[in-house]
């Protein structure tokens, strides 16, 4: 079993900062790879970043590339979403989720690829 925490969520300005932190316990933490998602009102939930077990490889998505980075410290048991240059439209509930290996199968973006789930944190973005 693998519990998930998210925090770093708020409000903030378009074109601000935030970093959100997903503090995991359970299961051995660098035995799995991470991923974020986000799902805005009205929409599915959508892929934002994925991490391997040991940092090495990281995936996102198209629309975040360049200004999100995703980073995990397996000493502390922690994932990170560092997001800059925030915009209105990813106003939206972010989810950390813990894969099922330390690497993905078929690819980071598929929720199939995670078991477990945290409860999200709420990111807002004012115009």
């Known amino acids: 079993q693998v519990q998930l925490v998210e925090s770093g969520g708020g409000l903030v300005q378009a074109g601000g900062s935030l970093r959100l932190s997903c503090a995991a316990s359970?299961?051995?933490?660098?035995?799995?790879?991470m991923g974020w998602f986000r799902q805005a009102p009205g929409k599915e939930r959508e892929f934002v970043a994925a991490i391997t077990w040991s940092g090495g490889s990281t995936y996102y998505a198209d629309s975040v590339k360049d200004r999100f980075t995703i980073s995990r410290d397996n000493a502390k048991n922690t994932v990170y979403l560092q997001m800059n240059s925030l915009k209105p439209e990813e106003t939206a509930v972010y989810y950390c989720?813990?894969?099922?290996?330390?690497?993905?199968?078929?690819?980071?973006?598929?929720?199939?690829?995670?078991?477990?789930w945290g409860q999200g944190t709420q990111v807002a973005v004012s115009s």
């Open positions: 359970g299961r051995t933490f660098s035995s799995y790879a």
């Open positions: 989720a813990a894969a099922r290996g330390p690497c993905f199968r078929s690819g980071p973006s598929g929720e199939n690829e995670y078991d477990y």
